[in-house]
């Protein structure tokens, strides 16, 4: 059966298909439910109460809420799923074969109504739980009857004992009725938490299909009850109950295994935006977007601590759905000011229920946060500042989105300072400027020369020029240098029709290395991959970082097949370098993609495209290789 899923209430941008984030069933649709199965059960045969059928009703219902207490997610096996993924369909329909569609309903149905109750994992007030029990046990039971009704009249026999091809076709209108009630019955109880695109598309044919095929296993349970033993039927349960068992499990690790790999992206991209060197409004944007798609809450805000003016710098507060202004506080009571003081994060469930000592100096302005995460952001000892969600829910957030959180606040901590250093390195740029000139000025005051003057000047301007044109971390030279030097050494070898080779080079699984042993392992495998880089070339030939962990190596007055040797080479020695001083588990290796000027290759853009095709190549072949573009199409390594 399905049942109404809980929707992500997460923030989402302007013109998204977004749910309402009202997952309550309507008051209204329970009682015309209530209303509409009492009609049934009055029109409806009555039910036998010997002690022998009572027992059966029980076993049914128990069988079928165990069922579903193991039931898990839809959107676990995909993040379009709706509901709830169970086997209690096989109970359901066996109840109505071997019972009847009366006893067999009933059965359904009180066992939707108790695991609604007691088994939902939704946390919602008493009030709409019972609203929700209800509504779900009178659309099982409405279900139930109806397919039992259709069922019984088409000359199906209670209860099953064979299986003949006509009595296989009554079952199977059996099972179709009962989901195509069931699907009639689920909208009006889900429409509120549906999204625009869920209403346009109301059936979910994939859930509706795996419920036809439990459904068909319901027969055979029907007939494991009226064939086999009482030993035979109690090892067929038991086998029922196992695979579900074994279903939630293997379920629930791949979930998590999703949802870990969702974190890892979500931190991935927030990283990347730190490194591009956006603002930091930006940088909490995006951070406040990969949250949302990580976690459902209904308040976000990060706020980041003035030491000058002791302050705090509410930079961003996301309110059910509003985008308040900026604004600045003075720390002294709250939430916030109590986990910037105390410097540890603040994990609250259960507003009304906990003990927190946060609860005691709170201030609240307008709804009360139910549950709670605030997380501060630290970068070292230094503390800047404080991330939380909220939300009016209990129990909304899992320990799961503390970790989540705290990898966010990190990022955040690193984007503030980075920040304050550019700052700091700007105005100390102002002061060297405004020192320089002071020089210049005494230089133009002691020396008659303005010879010597300007000579200074340009010595300077030219060592500037000099750094601008090599990367800070390697000492190569840099993408700019790269342009410059491949242009006009292109135009001389077409000009006097010399050979020209350019190589790419990339680390492989660079970012496993970095995500092993961190940035600063990574900087010095860098820096000593440059080192061989360079000893290894000669020195007409020119050495550049392209960018991250990438090189390219420009080589003049080489063929392609000459420039292979020289990678071979360098490749070689990279895989052969020491790394085990760095860590004893440290494999670096390189592949190279080769590309030389060619009759259909005449451009800086076409040989640096050659080339990266070539290194793809070589990444798609396993990596660690050398790869010619085609015309000498080869592979090494």
């Not at 309402?20 to 649709?29: E, F, I, L, N, Y």
């Not at 209800?134 to 039992?148: E, H, R, S, Y």
């Not at 195509?180 to 994939?206: C, I, Q, T, Y």
Request: glycine share 6%.
């Amino acid at each position: 059966m399905r049942w109404p899923r809980i929707p992500r209430r997460a923030p989402e941008a302007p013109g998204s298909d977004a749910t309402t984030g009202d997952d309550r069933v309507p008051a209204w649709v329970a009682l015309a439910y209530l209303v509409a199965t009492a009609v049934a059960v009055w029109l409806a045969p009555p039910v036998s109460t010997t002690p022998a059928s009572l027992l059966l009703i029980c076993f049914f219902a128990a069988f079928q809420f165990l069922l579903m207490r193991l039931s898990v997610p839809a959107d676990a096996l995909g993040a379009d799923g709706r509901g709830f993924i169970s086997l209690d369909r096989l109970a359901v329909v066996g109840g109505v074969l071997v019972l009847g569609p009366s006893a067999g309903a009933w059965a359904a149905s009180i066992s939707a109504l108790i695991w609604t109750l007691t088994s939902d994992p939704r946390r919602e007030a008493s009030s709409a739980r019972a609203v929700r029990s209800i509504g779900n046990g009178c659309m099982f039971l409405l279900a139930a009857l109806a397919a039992g009704a259709a069922y019984q009249a088409a000359g199906g026999p209670l209860p099953l004992h064979r299986l003949g091809l006509a009595d296989f076709g009554r079952a199977c209108l059996l099972i179709l009725i009962l989901q195509a009630v069931n699907e009639l019955l689920f909208l009006p109880m889900a429409w509120k938490g549906m999204s625009s695109s869920e209403r346009r598309r109301p059936f979910d044919l994939r859930s509706a299909a795996n419920e036809l095929l439990i459904g068909l296993n319901g027969i055979i349970a029907a007939l494991a009850f009226t064939g086999f033993p009482w030993l035979g039927f109690a090892l067929y349960v038991v086998f029922i109950i196992v695979v579900a068992m074994l279903f939630k499990y293997v379920v629930g690790i791949a979930k998590r295994a999703r949802e870990r790999a969702q974190e890892y992206a979500a931190v991935n991209r927030v990283n990347q935006t730190v490194n591009s060197a956006v603002s930091l409004d930006e940088l909490l944007d995006v951070i406040f977007r990969e949250a949302g798609g990580l976690m459902d809450f209904a308040a976000f805000l990060i706020a980041i601590y003035d030491r000058e003016h002791d302050e705090l710098d509410v930079r961003l507060n996301y309110d059910e759905g509003v985008r308040r202004s900026p604004e600045r506080r003075k720390p002294g009571e709250g939430l916030l000011a109590w986990t910037l003081q105390n410097n540890k994060p603040v994990f609250i469930q259960n507003r009304n229920t906990s003990t927190h000592e946060v609860l005691r100096v709170s201030i609240t302005r307008g709804r009360k946060p139910i549950s709670i995460i605030a997380m501060p952001i630290n970068f070292g000892d230094e503390i800047i500042g404080v991330l939380s969600v909220q939300d009016y829910r209990p129990y909304a957030f899992r320990e799961r989105d503390l970790r989540v959180l705290e990898s966010f606040a990190a990022q955040v901590a690193v984007a503030i300072v980075n920040t304050r250093l550019f700052a700091e390195l700007k105005g100390n740029q102002q002061e060297l400027e405004s020192r320089v000139k002071r020089r210049t000025a005494e230089l133009e005051l002691t020396t008659t020369s303005l010879e010597e003057t300007m000579r200074q000047k340009e010595i300077l301007v030219a060592r500037l020029q000099e750094e601008s044109r090599h990367d800070a971390l390697t000492g190569l030279a840099n993408r700019r240098h790269l342009d410059a030097a491949l242009e006009q050494e292109l135009q001389r070898a077409l000009r006097f029709q010399h050979p020209l080779a350019l190589a790419m080079g990339d680390l492989d699984f660079f970012k496993q290395i970095n995500d092993a042993h961190g940035h600063v392992l990574g900087d010095e495998v860098l820096y000593r991959v440059a080192d061989i880089l360079r000893q290894g070339v000669r020195a007409t030939d020119l050495v550049a970082r392209y960018g991250g962990e990438e090189f390219v190596l420009l080589l003049p007055e080489t063929d392609q097949s000459q420039a292979a040797l020289v990678c071979e080479k360098l490749r070689e020695q990279i895989e052969a370098a020491p790394w085990n001083e760095l860590d004893p588990h440290l494999p670096v290796t390189m592949s190279f993609g080769i590309a030389a000027v060619a009759e259909q290759v005449q451009t800086a853009s076409g040989l640096l495209a050659a080339a990266d095709r070539a290194l793809y190549a070589a990444k798609r072949g396993g990596r660690n290789r050398v790869c010619q573009s085609p015309g000498e199409a080869s592979a090494t390594g």
